[in-house]
């Protein structure tokens, strides 16, 4: 670990630092969690023999990602839940950081700040959806099974955005930030590819698509540097894709809400995103300065025998 203060992004420049520790981190968290895929992949063809099933079937299902019904969506759920332990054992094997120090500065999950975050994220995305509603109030048939589609956004989609921002903010940010000695240079050049990779990791190319989701990757990365941690992006991303989702099923869209290679957009998509999620980080931002939270990491021996300055450790 950092023998001084240091912001998130720097957390993995420790002592035992070199430059090709950031690069294998992030390509073994790739392959632990193409592992994870697998393994589910085969999962579900074992259940599919098990039961009976058509295996042909059931392949077809899970190739055919624009129909989401319960099984292809399952499996998109597992995939990218097992970001979170790929990303946090690739750190710890390879920078040799405890895991908890992917989570926050404060070497754990600030389970409280998380709650505090999405009291302010919930109301001002139901405000936005309902004035999308009231613009557009056209609906359509609710696809099938959605009661069963609905339990599995309520309980999966939480971790599934957890399991984005533990890749694509936490590993991104902390391994392309400690190239850099200068924090805010290594934040600047951090923050470029977890843009690019999560805009391009989603399928689609075009460009109105492209800017929406690199402005909701910016914005959950200045979420997670001004926090020192991760949960304040994870509810921005939770509330964002659990009411959206919810949305869908009740009252038509489940299909076209999820982005892929066939997906276009328009101008007002990225400026929404940019209006809302400029709201949200702004006011999850007063909430910190309010409670003071911990935005640096503190080595214990500092805490523990030495004044750390206005930016020791207040609220978690």
Request: glycine share 8%; charged share 10%.
């Amino acid at each position: 670990m950092p023998t001084l203060p240091v912001e998130y992004q720097q957390l993995v420049r420790g002592g035992r630092y070199a430059w090709w520790r950031p690069l294998l981190t992030l390509l073994l968290c790739v392959a632990f969690d193409l592992v994870v895929q697998v393994v589910a992949g085969f999962v579900v063809g074992a259940i599919a023999v098990l039961t009976g099933t058509d295996v042909s079937r059931v392949v077809q299902k899970l190739s055919d990602t624009s129909s989401m019904g319960p099984l292809t969506f399952s499996v998109v759920i597992i995939g990218l839940v097992g970001l979170i332990p790929s990303a946090m054992f690739a750190s710890w094997i390879v920078n040799g950081v405890r895991p908890r120090y992917l989570a926050s500065v404060a070497g754990g999950f600030r389970w409280r700040w998380l709650l505090r975050c999405l009291m302010v994220t919930v109301p001002v995305f139901v405000i936005y959806l309902v004035l999308q509603f009231v613009v557009d109030s056209s609906t359509s048939p609710r696809p099938a099974h959605w009661g069963i589609l609905l339990i599995m956004v309520i309980i999966g989609i939480p971790f599934q955005s957890a399991g984005e921002e533990y890749a694509f903010r936490g590993l991104v940010l902390q391994n392309v930030g400690a190239w850099f000695k200068n924090p805010r240079i290594g934040l600047i050049v951090a923050i470029i590819p977890s843009m690019i990779f999560f805009a391009l990791a989603h399928g689609s190319h075009d460009p109105w698509v492209f800017s929406d989701l690199a402005i909701f990757a910016l914005s959950s990365c200045i979420a997670a540097w001004r926090t020192g941690g991760l949960e304040a992006s994870i509810a921005l991303h939770a509330t964002n894709n659990v009411l959206l989702m919810i949305a869908t099923l009740l009252f038509g869209g489940w299909n076209a809400a999820f982005v892929s290679s066939a997906t276009v957009g328009s101008p007002i998509e990225p400026l929404s995103t940019l209006v809302v999620n400029g709201l949200c980080v702004a006011l999850i931002l007063w909430q910190a300065k309010r409670v003071r939270l911990q935005r640096l990491y503190h080595p214990r021996s500092l805490v523990a025998g030495q004044p750390v300055g206005g930016n020791a450790p207040r609220w978690q």
